[in-house]
Every structure is written in C-alpha cells, then in structure tokens.
C-alpha cells in the first residue's frame, strides 16, 4: 500500500500563484507515473497534469504555460506550481500515484484551491 498527502492549497485572487506539494510513502516502486486531478463542484474528475519517473510531462490545454509539474524521487514528492491562476482553476485537487507494475492507482485525500475574481 501506499499513501499520499497534498498539501499547499488554499484561497488566492486571480493571478495569484499557488504550490501544491504531494508526498508519497509506502510501498512505492521506482517505476511510477504521478499526477495532479482537480474536480470543481459539480463536475467530472480532470486531468491537470502528469509526470512520469523519468521526467516526462504532459499537460491539460487549460493549464498550459500556467502550471507546472515536477517530482523529486529522492524525497518521494511531486509538485505543481500554478501561476496566473483564474477563477475557474476553484477545485479541490488530488494526488494520483499509477504504479504500471501491478495496474494499481493511489489516491490523496485533495487540497482546496480558491481563486477569487
């Protein structure tokens, strides 16, 4: 089993800039894909972003040239810098771990993001 912890959310004006911080422990093998979902009230689960162990990323359109992910393997922590931030980024947003090996999916427990107008 593994588990993962978001943290850094919180309530910013449009244009503001967040840091989300995902920190995973466990039973994590080296060879895993991380990512950042957020889901706004009422609606369906999204891809923000992905990481794989290897560095490769790849991003929502809506979030292009704003956001940016990243992961430190030494300390078992991903990241997501969000800059010029909109309203309509207003989600809570969740840690995904995807370890290939066994097809399993970790979730985190999501972090509030508010951005006001």
């Known amino acids: 089993q593994a588990q993962l912890v978001e943290s850094g959310g919180g309530s910013v004006q449009a244009g503001g800039s967040l840091t989300l911080s995902c920190v995973a422990s466990?039973?994590?093998?080296?060879?895993?894909?991380m990512g950042w979902y957020r889901q706004a009230p009422g609606k369906q689960r999204e891809l923000v972003a992905v990481?794989?162990?290897?560095?490769?990323?790849s991003y929502a359109d809506s979030v292009k040239g704003r956001f940016t992910i990243s992961r430190d393997n030494a300390k078992n922590t991903m990241y997501l810098q969000m800059n010029s931030l909109k309203p309509e980024d207003t989600a809570v947003y969740y840690c995904?771990?995807?370890?290939?090996?066994?097809?399993?999916?970790?979730w985190g427990q999501g972090t509030q993001v508010t951005v006001s107008s």
């Open positions: 995904n771990m995807y370890l290939p090996r066994t097809s399993t999916n970790y």
């Open positions: 466990g039973s994590i093998l080296s060879i895993n894909t």
């Open positions: 990481i794989s162990s290897g560095g490769r990323t």
